[in-house]
């Protein structure tokens, strides 16, 4: 069995991997380890906390959070259509419109919903 044409992908890998761990190991092993009681303390926004770190968020805010991926993902779908719209011509052209289409009414509804508020 010839392994010969897996080199370069081996060598990637292991390479790969090299850039991210050897930096972590060296800095653990050789970064400074001077804790005190500031440095190990929980922090959360500047200030002491005041309430129970399980406390309840409200929906609102994994609405947007979730409307927020969702969209920007979507977004990202534009970038390679764009790129390769001279290839597939006038098919992928609508394709995309429909497509579009659809996120535009979802962004519609969920406006209308008033789940882009913020109070």
Do not use: H
């Amino acid at each position: 069995m010839n392994l010969e044409p897996y080199l370069p992908v081996i060598l990637f890998i292991l390479i790969g991997a090299a850039v991210g761990v050897v930096p972590q190991v060296i800095g653990f092993v050789f970064g400074p380890n001077r804790p005190d009681k500031a440095k190990n303390s929980p922090y959360e926004c500047g200030f002491e906390a005041f309430e129970d770190a399980r406390m309840k968020f409200d929906v609102r805010y994994y609405l947007v959070a979730i409307l927020f991926i969702l969209f920007d993902l979507e977004i990202a779908f534009l970038f390679p259509w764009a790129v390769s719209l001279r290839e597939i011509g006038a098919t992928g052209f609508w394709a995309m419109m429909l497509f579009l289409g659809i996120l535009i009414v979802g962004f519609v509804y969920e406006w209308k919903k008033g789940a882009l508020d913020w109070e």
